[in-house]
């Protein structure tokens, strides 16, 4: 076929045309050869070239490459080299569809923790922890778990604002070339805490640069009490580096390491270590943990004795306590030696402390001020603890906490600031009502703010500057001892944002310098030796720095005589007289921390460990002073002092003390994102800085308005096990005594079945131990979860209506009495019955067994009956009720797992043990030659991301796996066996440890 | 069974069952009805027919919502999977039961009673069938796949359906419980189709009865057959009788949910089924009695041998009721004493005691034979024992459901809007249906009731039986 021989439609058109002729243009008219030539390259069937054999490769080819370059420009791919881990060499050769993991580490409020980011073709879609890391060993916190969700924001601040109004890049170019810093007289900036070792050498810089600037660090929840706390004990500010797992007794004063004021998941690693119960080794080696807070937290829930009080109260405990074991003297004390709970339970402990004298441990939580901290050293110190070490810090703290901020208040309100760059954070929201933040950044006449958020602080700024997210950037975090690991970003800057240490070397330097090589420069000077550039790669993979300074703990002794001295003074300023009226604590939430994880969804709709309360905060009151005030859960109440007032909901929380309120703060966020705005109520509305974590003398009125509080386990008559063998608990003494406990607290029948039993005796068959006594609680395989299997967020409304889809949950019991209840936690995923009750129900066969004894869905069978949700005596199954994708932003989209597919509404959907890892991973076996699943190659999400490695996944064929000999264990049991169904995932008996003098 | 039929008190010889002076007459009261020639449909009829259509319209409105939008618009949640919709499916299957008995069992035991009510019993039970049958469709999460619950070719998989599942066995049940039904009333139609089209003055009237009439002629060969026919489909109804609600039941007793894995379900379920059925049909008949002036062909004989089965089927499951608290703390289950001390005293307490006043308690008036010949009592009772029957359904679904096993994933269930208007949805569609039918087709069945009245002359009198 050729042009000569087929006259196309054009050329007839334009060349035979018989009767009147139309034209279309006037060259058409003309018939130039222009026109010829046009309409012969216009139209391919015309076109020479594609009849040419050639030619046509050469377009084929044209094609092939253009299509890979229009790839290259969507790929966002960093142009920086990052070296992926956890896959080794092999992962450097990329295929397409399989992920890559690479290393990078997060600092939240100064705790670092190393992780391990899942990324599926230049995405991040799920974060780990990473093995080498030891602030993670593995495990992952809520908090890391959700930041991926961050990234796909679709609220994120994408542009530069000038005056709230949007502005260009080169506008801020300009405004920051024309910024007359001089002397840096009236030069501030205004950061988070500073652990990033290439920040802080930034921060050296531009104090040097700029003498008379100031640094100032400001942390809504901070560490700050713990080096005071150390410098009051020690007389130098040193981090306390307790070792949980040396420790057999631990007295934790208002300090909820295994929740919320230790964010990062050694923590709870190492407490577990000794609490872990599986040889009687392990029994007579059980730590006991006594916990003394206000409100109740995971580390009360998980402790053996725990004591009620004040916020404020504990420095008196402390106090007595350090009296009672002799540490220090000349103290003032109360309560001692009375027949109270009080004093019964500072008499316990301290005999246990005593007794246990190297392997005690004492600690004190960030809220506490600085003399509970000391007391605490002290106490350490006289029982000759070994429990804790102390190092310098690595990065200068002295210019850090809330007084530092009040200053900088003042300074920003005299008008002798005239240029202010905040550094990341939302100061205007966070800082103490007092300091009038929002007021006094007005009155600064150039302001830099770079978060990631359009924020309160972003709204008040001069200019706003778009920030990278933690997965976008590279950077460093040191920990507390100093060990550094490199932050590589997973991803091109989605909106173009900037890190801290940039835009800090920008204001310094004068000149734009990428964050990568501000970072490489850095290390590249730290390395000694001439192979600085296989050390850099060798820490980009590894997730930890070598040869970063890991600090050596220094010796200190306690300067009791000084201490008691100190103390007695600091007495008056920092036990304001008790008040009458209400005391307001302010505590870290679970979902947002301090509002940062305001705007992610995954975060909000995690229930709270204790309360299981989302999308909201409330006023925690006791039992008790619910009574007194009259008051039942969602009546708002205001809350005042002053001229600090805010109107909040209440919820009754059982073990709370007394003439006490707690609220969580994190909520009421106004500017925000579409997750977090107006959910919960600003508690920095009431928080000064002389109240910075407990103010007392608040009025408490009732408004009689109500609002609705969102939980995910009714309140009431679900709160208790109601006698049901459900979680079962006893006492190591009593384990000791009858090992046969467990086991006897319900009979299982045996099962006569009309159908022969179906054989799991053969090939790899999955179960599931879940220790009760390693759990804490913590929620990160909830949230683990969510990331792994792409659960919806169904917001308030729907998780109001019961319909909330998380396929691992935690459920919390209340035991004893409603004032001093216990906490039991136990997490759910689906039990993956033998004898399912959920599969023989569903009509059309959409959930079925698998041979390896998984319960199978089927999503694109399921016409959603939900027949097989009611019969699951567990309630694990989640019906997608409505579309919840349906107005979900695109980008959101992005965050999902490829290997597995998002429901769509009127399905069924459940746990599956990950099965996607599980499949993954024998393709890969296979791939190997072998048929055999090593133990451990397999872990799902929970239990991957397990802090206390409480959930143990594995072939229960094989006698040797670990899950195997967990399930040998005599604490052993499954939930309802005695239905028949014969539960694949299986618990281990809580024991607890409590000291028999406090049980009588 | 001669026996049976021997007893004068069985045989309600005395006093008469219908009053008719003679077939003419009863041909003529019937026919007009439907006819409305002599008698004019009253404006009211229409008028109510119009409301009943509006809010049938109502339901279309919301299944379209539902079907567009999801399950989510109604209420149900985790843990209650099923609320008002499988609620509302068995109440609906219930009131059907008590056609297929009328017209099925008291054949074949010969009570001639059913005469004058069978016919409307039957209309009534396919009616509430359809009622029944939107639920289980719309229920599904996706309405458009429900066809896989049917063994037709289904995806490209070609898979089974699970055979196992209660609720297979539910879609047998009932699409046959559907069709048996709608034969055996269609067969019964027949010779009055006839009758019809003998009467028919307009050529439409000719062809549409006539089609229907499916050439009926009156021989004897015809009422040969056609006795037959009506025997067989009355014997093969008869085990339907019991399994539709048996196998309804099994959707609840063969799970694991404590309060719903009982044994005595099928009995129990089967006699509440007749008890609402029986008392739905009550309803219906003394509108029409009422407006349709049929006082001489639904007597008062007629109502209290209905009460009397009300009163029976109430007994029985008073009963079930009683003996489902004994077992439960007989068994010292502790789930199982839960569920049950939960229903009577739980958040769902007015839900159960409204059942039991309406099951329980308020049918006992019926010892009195006074009670039983009260009209505005059968008119209330009729009312409340629906109501308490559908209460019934409700508890078991929903306190079974929020608070079974676990604690923590216990919760509460409140209907929505769209829950509500759905079941006055088809409360509207049955109400349609059933006054399409009383206008359009004969609502007492005049061949049959003929034969009543033949039957009159040649029974043995009273006296006759005493003096044997």
């Given at each position: 076929m050729s042009s000569s021989q087929t006259p196309s439609l054009i050329t007839i058109q334009t060349q035979n045309v018989t009767g009147k002729k139309y034209w279309r243009s006037l060259n058409q008219l003309a018939d130039t050869p222009e026109f010829q030539e046009w309409v012969h390259r216009e139209f391919p069937a015309n076109a020479s070239e594609m009849l040419d054999g050639n030619s046509r490769r050469t377009v084929l080819k044209l094609m092939a490459a253009s299509f890979g370059l229009a790839g290259l420009t969507a790929c966002r791919r960093p142009v920086e080299h990052i070296l992926p881990n956890a896959m080794g060499?092999?992962?450097?050769?990329?295929?397409?569809?399989?992920?890559?993991?690479?290393?990078?580490?997060?600092?939240?409020?100064?705790?670092?923790?190393?992780?391990?980011?899942?990324?599926?073709?230049?995405?991040?879609?799920?974060?780990?922890?990473?093995?080498?890391?030891?602030?993670?060993?593995?495990?992952?916190?809520?908090?890391?778990?959700?930041?991926?969700?961050?990234?796909?924001?679709?609220?994120?601040?994408?542009?530069?604002?000038?005056?709230?109004?949007?502005?260009?890049?080169?506008?801020?170019?300009?405004?920051?070339?024309?910024?007359?810093?001089?002397?840096?007289?009236?030069?501030?900036?205004?950061?988070?805490?500073?652990?990033?070792?290439?920040?802080?050498?930034?921060?050296?810089?531009?104090?040097?640069?700029?003498?008379?600037?100031?640094?100032?660090?400001?942390?809504?929840?901070?560490?700050?009490?713990?080096?005071?706390?150390?410098?009051?004990?020690?007389?130098?500010?040193?981090?306390?580096?307790?070792?949980?797992?040396?420790?057999?007794?631990?007295?934790?004063?208002?300090?909820?390491?295994?929740?919320?004021?230790?964010?990062?998941?050694?923590?709870?690693?190492?407490?577990?270590?000794?609490?872990?119960?599986?040889?009687?080794?392990?029994?007579?080696?059980?730590?006991?943990?006594?916990?003394?807070?206000?409100?109740?937290s995971l580390t009360g829930a998980n402790a053996d004795h725990r004591l009620r009080m004040k916020g404020s109260d504990v420095r008196q405990f402390a106090a007595d306590l350090a009296n009672a074991v002799g540490a220090v003297s000349g103290l003032n004390v109360v309560g001692n030696g009375g027949a109270d709970k009080r004093a019964k339970f500072l008499a316990a402990v301290v005999k246990d402390l005593k007794a246990a004298g190297a392997e005690a441990l004492v600690v004190a939580g960030p809220r506490q001020p600085a003399s509970v901290h000391a007391l605490a050293a002290a106490i350490n110190e006289k029982l000759g603890s070994t429990c804790v070490t102390y190092t310098k810090p690595v990065i200068d703290k002295s210019n850090s906490g809330v007084e530092a901020l009040k200053a900088l208040a003042g300074e920003m309100s005299g008008g002798q600031v005239s240029t202010l760059v905040i550094l990341g954070g939302n100061p205007a929201y966070t800082a103490p009502a007092d300091t009038q933040f929002s007021v006094a950044l007005s009155k600064v006449a150039v302001s830099l703010h770079l978060g990631q958020e359009v924020d309160e602080t972003a709204a008040g700024a001069t200019w706003h500057i778009p920030e990278a997210h933690m997965l976008e950037s590279w950077g460093d975090e040191a920990t507390s001892e100093g060990l550094a690991a490199i932050q590589q970003p997973m991803i091109e800057p989605m909106h173009g944002g900037k890190t801290a240490a940039e835009v800090a070397s920008w204001i310094t330097a004068g000149r734009f310098t990428k964050s990568h090589d501000l970072v490489k420069n850095y290390w590249l000077a730290q390395f000694t030796g001439n192979k600085k550039e296989e050390m850099w790669r060798k820490a980009l993979h590894d997730g930890v720095v070598a040869a970063s300074k890991t600090t050596d703990p220094v010796k200190v002794t306690v300067d009791t005589r000084k201490l008691a001295a100190a103390l007695t003074a600091t007495t008056a300023a920092e036990a304001k007289p008790a008040a009458s009226g209400i005391e307001v604590g302010f505590y870290p939430s679970s979902s947002t921390w301090d509002g940062r994880f305001a705007n992610n969804g995954w975060l909000q709709e995690t229930p709270d460990p204790i309360s299981k309360l989302v999308w909201g905060n409330a006023a925690m009151v006791s039992p008790k002073t619910a009574r007194d005030q009259k008051l039942t859960d969602g009546d708002v109440v205001t809350l005042s002092r002053g001229n600090v007032k805010v109107e909040a909901a209440v919820m009754v929380q059982p073990g709370h003390a007394d003439d006490a309120v707690s609220v969580a703060l994190g909520y009421g966020r106004e500017k925000c994102g579409r997750a977090g705005k107006g959910v919960g109520f600003n508690a920095n509305l009431i928080r000064t800085s002389d109240g910075f974590y407990f103010g007392q003398g608040f009025a408490?009125?009732?408004?009689?308005?109500?609002?609705?509080?969102?939980?995910?386990?009714?309140?009431?008559?679900?709160?208790?096990?109601?006698?049901?063998?459900?979680?079962?608990?006893?006492?190591?003494?009593?384990?000791?005594?009858?090992?046969?406990?467990?086991?006897?607290?319900?009979?299982?029948?045996e099962i006569h079945s009309i159908y022969p039993e179906f054989s799991y005796a053969q090939g790899n068959q999955w179960g599931m131990a879940i220790d009760l006594t390693a759990c804490t609680g913590c929620n990160a395989c909830v949230v683990a979860c969510v990331a792994e299997n792409n659960t919806p967020v169904v917001g308030k409304d729907q998780v109001l209506r019961g319909r909330e889809m998380h396929w691992i949950r935690m459920d919390r019991y209340y035991t004893g009495d409603e004032n001093d209840p216990q906490v039991v936690e136990q997490p759910i995923p689906c039990m993956q019955c033998e004898n399912a009750p959920c599969?023989?129900?569903?009509?059309?066969?959409?959930?079925?067994?698998?041979?390896?004894?998984?319960?199978?869905?089927?999503?694109?069978?399921?016409?959603?009956?939900?027949?097989?949700?009611?019969?699951?005596?567990?309630?694990?199954?989640?019906?997608?009720?409505?579309?919840?994708?349906?107005?979900?932003?695109?980008?959101?989209?992005?965050?999902?797992?490829?290997?597995?597919?998002?429901?769509?509404?009127?399905?069924?959907?459940?746990?599956?043990?990950?099965?996607?890892?599980?499949?993954?991973t024998k393709i890969k076996a296979k791939r190997d030659g072998r048929r055999e699943i090593k133990d451990g190659e397999i872990k799902t999400a929970c239990q991957q991301t397990c802090p206390a490695e409480a959930i143990v996944f594995g072939n229960i064929n094989d006698p040797n796996s670990r899950v195997s000999k967990l399930k040998k264990q005599e604490r052993n049991y499954a939930m309802l066996a005695e239905l028949g169904i014969k539960p694949r995932t299986t618990y281990l008996a809580k024991l607890r440890n409590p000291n028999p003098e406090l049980t009588v | 069974m001669s026996a049976v039929l021997q007893d004068p008190a069985l045989m309600e010889v005395n006093p008469p069952l219908v009053r008719s002076t003679n077939y003419h007459d009863l041909t003529e009261q019937i026919s007009a009805i439907v006819e409305g020639d002599v008698i004019k449909t009253p404006t009211k009829y229409w008028i109510t027919l119009g409301v009943t259509a509006s809010i049938t319209g109502l339901l279309g409105a919301m299944l379209g919502y539902l079907l567009v939008t999801g399950i989510g618009v109604w209420g149900n949640n985790r843990p209650v999977g099923w609320a008002w919709d499988i609620t509302n499916f068995v109440f609906w299957i219930g009131i059907g039961h008590a056609g297929t008995l009328i017209s099925a069992i008291l054949f074949l035991f010969r009570q001639k009673w059913r005469t004058s009510i069978n016919r409307s019993a039957e209309a009534m039970t396919l009616f509430a069938v359809m009622c029944a049958g939107i639920f289980p469709l719309f229920h599904t999460g996706r309405p458009w796949r429900a066809y896989w619950l049917f063994p037709i070719p289904n995806t490209d998989l070609n898979l089974w359906q699970n055979f196992r599942s209660p609720l297979i066995w539910d879609v047998f049940a009932v699409s046959t419980y559907f069709t048996v039904s709608a034969l055996f009333w269609f067969t019964g139609l027949v010779p009055d189709l006839a009758t019809l089209r003998d009467r028919s003055t307009t050529r439409v009237k000719q062809v549409v009865f006539g089609l229907l009439s499916l050439g009926w002629r009156g021989s004897a060969r015809h009422w040969n057959n056609y006795e037959k026919a009506y025997l067989i489909l009355a014997a093969i109804s008869t085990p339907l009788v019991l399994s539709v609600h048996s196998i309804v039941s099994f959707d609840f007793a063969t799970s694991v949910v404590p309060g719903w894995h009982t044994t005595i379900f099928p009995p129990y379920f089967v006699a509440g089924a007749i008890f609402s059925g029986f008392a739905c049909v009550m309803t219906l008949l003394l509108i029409a009695r009422w407006t349709l002036n049929l006082q001489n062909l639904i007597t008062m004989k007629h109502l209290e041998n209905m009460n009397k089965i009300i009163l029976v089927t109430g007994s029985v499951v008073s009963y079930a009721y009683a003996c489902e608290f004994f077992i439960a703390w007989y068994s010292g289950n502790i789930y199982e004493r839960f569920t049950f001390w939960n229903r009577a005293f739980g958040p769902y307490w007015w839900a159960a005691w409204s059942m039991y006043t309406c099951n329980l308690i308020i049918p006992q008036l019926y010892w009195f034979k006074k009670m039983r010949n009260n009209l505005w009592v059968m008119f209330i009772i009729s009312i409340t024992t629906n109501i308490g029957m559908w209460f019934e359904r409700f508890v078991i679904i929903a306190t079974s459901l929020t608070r079974d096993f676990l604690p923590s994933s216990w919760g509460y269930f409140h209907p929505t809007y769209v829950d509500m208007c759905t079941f006055a949805g088809t409360i509207g569609l049955f109400l349609t249906l059933f006054l399409v039918f009383a206008r359009f087709l004969p609502m007492i069945a005049i061949s049959e009731v003929k034969g009543v009245l033949a039957v009159e002359k040649h029974t043995f009198k009273g006296e006759e039986v005493a003096t044997r």
């Open positions: 060499t092999e992962a450097e050769n990329y295929a397409p569809g399989e992920p890559f993991f690479y290393s990078t580490v997060m600092s939240q409020s100064g705790h670092v923790t190393g992780l391990m980011v899942e990324t599926h073709d230049g995405r991040p879609t799920k974060i780990e922890g990473n093995p080498d890391h030891p602030h993670s060993l593995g495990a992952a916190t809520a908090f890391q778990q959700a930041s991926v969700l961050g990234v796909y924001d679709p609220d994120r601040s994408a542009k530069v604002l000038n005056g709230g109004k949007e502005a260009k890049w080169p506008d801020l170019v300009a405004a920051i070339a024309k910024l007359a810093l001089g002397d840096g007289a009236g030069l501030r900036f205004l950061s988070g805490f500073v652990s990033s070792p290439t920040l802080a050498s930034l921060r050296a810089d531009a104090l040097k640069k700029y003498p008379k600037a100031k640094w100032v660090e400001y942390e809504a929840l901070s560490r700050d009490n713990e080096l005071a706390g150390a410098q009051l004990a020690f007389g130098q500010p040193l981090y306390a580096h307790p070792k949980w797992d040396k420790a057999k007794i631990v007295v934790a004063l208002d300090h909820d390491f295994l929740g919320l004021d230790a964010p990062s998941p050694f923590f709870t690693r190492a407490f577990t270590k000794r609490r872990r119960v599986e040889s009687e080794e392990d029994l007579e080696k059980m730590n006991r943990l006594y916990a003394v807070e206000s409100q109740f408490l009125a009732i408004t009689g308005k109500r609002e609705t509080l969102a939980t995910t386990q009714e309140r009431g008559a679900g709160d208790t096990q109601n006698g049901r063998p459900l979680v079962r608990e006893g006492t190591a003494e009593e384990y000791k005594k009858n090992p046969k406990f467990v086991e006897e607290m319900s009979e299982v029948p599969e023989n129900v569903c009509p059309v066969q959409a959930t079925t067994h698998s041979p390896e004894g998984l319960n199978d869905m089927a999503y694109n069978r399921c016409v959603g009956t939900r027949y097989c949700a009611n019969n699951c005596p567990f309630k694990v199954r989640h019906f997608n009720f409505l579309n919840y994708h349906k107005n979900e932003p695109e980008v959101q989209g992005l965050v999902y797992n490829p290997d597995v597919s998002v429901r769509m509404r009127g399905v069924m959907e459940k746990c599956t043990y990950c099965v996607q890892r599980i499949e993954e | -």
